[in-house]
Protein backbone atom coordinates (compact mmCIF):
# COMPACT_ATOMS: atom_id res chain seq x y z
CA UNK A 1 0.00 0.00 0.00
CA UNK A 2 1.39 3.24 -0.97
CA UNK A 3 1.87 5.73 1.65
CA UNK A 4 0.45 9.23 1.41
CA UNK A 5 3.69 10.72 1.43
CA UNK A 6 5.14 8.69 -1.49
CA UNK A 7 1.67 9.03 -3.43
CA UNK A 8 2.72 13.21 -3.44
CA UNK A 9 5.77 11.58 -5.43
CA UNK A 10 4.12 10.10 -8.23
CA UNK A 11 2.15 13.04 -9.62
CA UNK A 12 4.52 13.37 -12.37
CA UNK A 13 4.35 9.58 -13.14
CA UNK A 14 0.49 9.68 -13.01
CA UNK A 15 0.85 12.72 -15.97
CA UNK A 16 3.37 10.66 -17.96
CA UNK A 17 0.84 7.16 -17.44
CA UNK A 18 4.11 5.85 -15.74
CA UNK A 19 2.04 4.33 -12.75
CA UNK A 20 0.79 0.54 -13.32
CA UNK A 21 -3.76 0.59 -13.75
CA UNK A 22 -4.23 -0.55 -9.70
CA UNK A 23 -1.51 2.60 -8.42
CA UNK A 24 -3.48 4.94 -11.23
CA UNK A 25 -6.70 3.88 -9.47
CA UNK A 26 -5.14 4.60 -5.98
CA UNK A 27 -3.62 8.03 -7.03
CA UNK A 28 -6.77 9.25 -8.60
CA UNK A 29 -8.65 8.77 -5.29
CA UNK A 30 -5.46 10.78 -3.88
CA UNK A 31 -5.78 13.69 -6.24
CA UNK A 32 -9.29 14.12 -5.42
CA UNK A 33 -8.60 15.49 -1.69
CA UNK A 34 -4.90 16.55 -2.98
CA UNK A 35 -4.76 20.30 -4.06
CA UNK A 36 -1.44 20.24 -3.51
CA UNK A 37 -0.61 17.23 -5.95
CA UNK A 38 -3.91 18.78 -8.44
CA UNK A 39 -1.94 22.00 -8.83
CA UNK A 40 1.20 20.21 -9.86
CA UNK A 41 -0.73 17.98 -12.08
CA UNK A 42 -2.28 20.72 -13.55
CA UNK A 43 1.23 22.18 -14.06
CA UNK A 44 2.93 19.07 -15.71
CA UNK A 45 -0.32 18.06 -18.27
CA UNK A 46 0.38 17.83 -21.65
CA UNK A 47 4.02 17.07 -21.02
CA UNK A 48 4.35 14.08 -23.69
CA UNK A 49 2.94 16.40 -26.43
CA UNK A 50 5.63 18.83 -25.50
CA UNK A 51 8.33 16.40 -25.82
CA UNK A 52 7.41 14.68 -29.25
CA UNK A 53 7.27 18.47 -30.14
CA UNK A 54 10.89 19.33 -28.76
CA UNK A 55 12.24 16.41 -30.19
CA UNK A 56 10.58 17.77 -33.75
CA UNK A 57 11.93 21.60 -32.80
CA UNK A 58 15.63 20.36 -32.46
CA UNK A 59 15.89 17.34 -35.13
CA UNK A 60 18.25 14.87 -35.03
CA UNK A 61 20.20 15.74 -31.66
CA UNK A 62 17.75 13.74 -30.15
CA UNK A 63 16.58 10.11 -31.12
CA UNK A 64 12.83 9.70 -31.96
CA UNK A 65 11.24 7.23 -30.24
CA UNK A 66 8.61 5.38 -33.44
CA UNK A 67 5.74 5.03 -30.63
CA UNK A 68 6.26 8.22 -29.17
CA UNK A 69 8.03 7.35 -26.01
CA UNK A 70 10.84 9.54 -26.51
CA UNK A 71 11.03 9.93 -22.09
CA UNK A 72 11.70 6.59 -22.27
CA UNK A 73 14.98 6.55 -24.85
CA UNK A 74 16.05 9.98 -22.66
CA UNK A 75 16.39 7.96 -19.70
CA UNK A 76 17.77 4.56 -21.04
CA UNK A 77 21.04 4.72 -20.04
CA UNK A 78 20.10 6.37 -16.83
CA UNK A 79 17.41 3.69 -15.68
CA UNK A 80 19.87 0.82 -16.83
CA UNK A 81 19.96 -1.98 -14.13
CA UNK A 82 17.30 0.39 -11.89
CA UNK A 83 15.25 -2.64 -10.77
CA UNK A 84 12.78 -1.01 -8.23
CA UNK A 85 9.74 0.61 -10.72
CA UNK A 86 9.20 3.55 -8.56
CA UNK A 87 13.23 4.44 -8.78
CA UNK A 88 12.39 4.01 -12.45
CA UNK A 89 9.59 6.44 -12.75
CA UNK A 90 11.47 9.47 -10.95
CA UNK A 91 14.32 8.79 -13.14
CA UNK A 92 11.72 9.39 -16.01
CA UNK A 93 10.00 12.01 -14.36
CA UNK A 94 13.11 13.88 -13.75
CA UNK A 95 14.04 13.19 -17.08
CA UNK A 96 10.85 14.77 -18.52
CA UNK A 97 10.93 17.55 -16.57
CA UNK A 98 14.61 18.26 -17.70
CA UNK A 99 13.45 18.43 -20.94
CA UNK A 100 10.38 20.74 -20.58
CA UNK A 101 12.24 23.33 -18.40
CA UNK A 102 15.61 22.88 -20.18
CA UNK A 103 14.45 22.97 -23.82
CA UNK A 104 17.28 22.92 -26.75
CA UNK A 105 20.16 23.70 -23.72
CA UNK A 106 19.62 20.15 -23.06
CA UNK A 107 19.70 19.32 -26.72
CA UNK A 108 22.86 20.91 -26.86
CA UNK A 109 24.83 18.26 -24.91
CA UNK A 110 23.03 15.94 -26.43
CA UNK A 111 24.44 16.85 -29.78
CA UNK A 112 27.44 18.03 -28.71
CA UNK A 113 26.77 21.82 -30.32
CA UNK A 114 28.64 24.49 -28.31
CA UNK A 115 25.06 26.91 -29.28
CA UNK A 116 22.39 26.53 -26.22
CA UNK A 117 18.84 28.07 -27.50
CA UNK A 118 17.46 28.85 -23.90
CA UNK A 119 13.53 29.31 -24.41
CA UNK A 120 11.45 32.05 -21.64
CA UNK A 121 8.02 31.76 -21.75
CA UNK A 122 5.85 34.63 -20.69
CA UNK A 123 3.11 32.29 -19.78
CA UNK A 124 2.24 28.64 -19.60
CA UNK A 125 1.75 26.54 -22.54
CA UNK A 126 -1.57 25.86 -21.49
CA UNK A 127 -2.89 29.44 -21.76
CA UNK A 128 -0.51 30.81 -24.43
CA UNK A 129 -2.52 28.23 -26.57
CA UNK A 130 -5.74 29.39 -25.36
CA UNK A 131 -4.87 32.64 -26.27
CA UNK A 132 -3.47 31.98 -29.48
CA UNK A 133 -4.83 29.04 -31.00
CA UNK A 134 -8.32 27.95 -32.86
CA UNK A 135 -11.41 27.90 -30.07
CA UNK A 136 -14.44 26.11 -29.77
CA UNK A 137 -16.75 26.73 -27.23
CA UNK A 138 -20.19 24.56 -25.65
CA UNK A 139 -21.96 24.75 -22.23
CA UNK A 140 -24.02 21.13 -21.32
CA UNK A 141 -27.86 23.15 -19.84
CA UNK A 142 -28.30 19.90 -17.69
CA UNK A 143 -24.67 19.54 -15.47
CA UNK A 144 -23.89 23.30 -15.86
CA UNK A 145 -20.25 22.53 -17.52
CA UNK A 146 -18.66 24.75 -19.80
CA UNK A 147 -15.58 24.04 -21.64
CA UNK A 148 -13.31 25.95 -24.43
CA UNK A 149 -10.96 23.80 -26.48
CA UNK A 150 -8.19 25.67 -27.79
CA UNK A 151 -6.73 23.64 -31.13
CA UNK A 152 -3.41 24.08 -32.88
CA UNK A 153 -2.37 21.80 -35.62
CA UNK A 154 1.31 19.28 -35.28
CA UNK A 155 3.53 17.33 -37.02
CA UNK A 156 2.88 14.75 -34.42
CA UNK A 157 -0.88 15.26 -34.46
CA UNK A 158 -2.90 18.41 -32.35
CA UNK A 159 -2.16 20.55 -29.47
CA UNK A 160 -5.11 20.93 -27.36
CA UNK A 161 -5.82 23.32 -24.41
CA UNK A 162 -9.08 22.99 -22.35
CA UNK A 163 -11.09 25.69 -19.89
CA UNK A 164 -12.89 24.04 -17.64
CA UNK A 165 -15.81 25.90 -15.55
CA UNK A 166 -19.54 24.75 -13.98
CA UNK A 167 -18.16 21.89 -12.63
CA UNK A 168 -18.29 20.60 -8.77
CA UNK A 169 -16.05 18.02 -7.37
CA UNK A 170 -14.42 15.93 -5.81
CA UNK A 171 -14.34 14.16 -9.38
CA UNK A 172 -11.36 12.58 -12.10
CA UNK A 173 -11.96 13.64 -15.12
CA UNK A 174 -10.61 13.28 -18.71
CA UNK A 175 -10.75 14.99 -21.85
CA UNK A 176 -11.84 12.70 -25.12
CA UNK A 177 -11.04 13.51 -28.55
CA UNK A 178 -13.85 11.85 -30.57
CA UNK A 179 -12.50 11.14 -33.98
CA UNK A 180 -14.60 11.76 -37.05
CA UNK A 181 -14.30 7.55 -37.42
CA UNK A 182 -15.17 7.01 -34.20
CA UNK A 183 -12.02 6.75 -32.85
CA UNK A 184 -11.27 7.79 -29.05
CA UNK A 185 -8.19 9.09 -27.70
CA UNK A 186 -7.90 10.62 -24.49
CA UNK A 187 -6.03 13.90 -24.43
CA UNK A 188 -5.22 14.55 -20.62
CA UNK A 189 -7.01 13.65 -17.19
CA UNK A 190 -6.79 15.74 -13.93
CA UNK A 191 -9.37 15.79 -10.75
CA UNK A 192 -11.54 18.41 -9.69
CA UNK A 193 -11.04 19.56 -6.20
CA UNK A 194 -14.35 19.68 -3.87
CA UNK A 195 -14.77 23.75 -4.26
CA UNK A 196 -15.16 22.69 -7.98
CA UNK A 197 -13.99 25.36 -10.84
CA UNK A 198 -16.25 28.53 -11.70
CA UNK A 199 -18.84 27.84 -9.12
CA UNK A 200 -19.98 30.56 -6.52
CA UNK A 201 -17.00 31.15 -4.63
CA UNK A 202 -14.54 29.63 -6.73
CA UNK A 203 -14.41 31.60 -9.90
CA UNK A 204 -11.29 30.32 -11.06
CA UNK A 205 -11.71 27.90 -13.96
CA UNK A 206 -9.52 24.78 -14.67
CA UNK A 207 -6.85 25.37 -17.75
CA UNK A 208 -5.27 22.38 -18.84
CA UNK A 209 -3.29 21.09 -22.09
CA UNK A 210 -2.24 17.90 -23.88
CA UNK A 211 -2.22 15.80 -27.17
CA UNK A 212 -3.76 13.60 -29.25
CA UNK A 213 -2.42 11.85 -32.44
CA UNK A 214 -5.13 13.15 -34.95
CA UNK A 215 -5.22 15.79 -36.87
CA UNK A 216 -7.00 18.46 -35.59
CA UNK A 217 -8.95 18.23 -38.90
CA UNK A 218 -9.77 14.83 -38.47
CA UNK A 219 -11.59 15.56 -34.98
CA UNK A 220 -15.40 15.74 -34.66
CA UNK A 221 -15.80 16.71 -31.03
CA UNK A 222 -14.29 16.59 -27.36
CA UNK A 223 -15.82 15.36 -24.27
CA UNK A 224 -15.16 15.93 -20.66
CA UNK A 225 -15.81 12.77 -18.85
CA UNK A 226 -15.53 11.40 -15.22
CA UNK A 227 -14.24 8.39 -14.39
CA UNK A 228 -17.52 6.45 -14.26
CA UNK A 229 -18.37 7.26 -17.83
CA UNK A 230 -20.83 10.36 -17.15
CA UNK A 231 -19.82 13.15 -19.75
CA UNK A 232 -20.44 16.48 -18.47
CA UNK A 233 -20.40 18.39 -21.79
CA UNK A 234 -19.60 18.11 -25.62
CA UNK A 235 -17.64 20.67 -27.67
CA UNK A 236 -18.08 20.22 -31.26
CA UNK A 237 -14.94 21.61 -33.52
Known sequence: MTSPQEQHLDVGAYVLGLLEPEEMAQFATHLAGCARCTAEADELSGLE????EYAEAVGPAVPTADDGRLLERLTAEVTAGRRA???RRLFLVAAAVAVLI???LLGASLGGSEEARPVARSTSPAQELMDHGVRHS???ASTGAVATVALEDRKWGTHVALQLAGVRGPLSCSLIAVGRSGEQQTVTSWAVPPAGYGLPGQPDSLITHGGVGLPSGQIDHFEVRTSD???LVAVPV
Do not use: E, K, V
Open 49 to 52: PLLA
Open 229 to 231: GTR
Open 138 to 140: ATD
Open 85 to 87: ART
Open 102 to 104: GGP
